[in-house]
């Protein structure tokens, strides 16, 4: 039976740094969500301007 305690990728999680973060619980996967957080921010930022702005345009053609 193999071994399922080792990764079998060379190198996976033997660095120091993966290994100093694993010691606080911070994960590869999470440094990545981490990384892409500001992008999904600027893209909600970026539609709720879109509905702001047609919600004005909509509203200022029925007012006049």
Known sequence: MANTDKCPVVGCGNDVVTNTLGKVGVCRSMMITLALL???????????????????????????
Not at 41 to 48: D, E
């Open 38 to 64: 500001p992008y999904a921010w600027n893209g909600v930022v970026w539609v709720a301007d879109a509905v702001q702005s047609l919600w004005n345009a909509a509203t200022t053609a029925v007012g006049t």
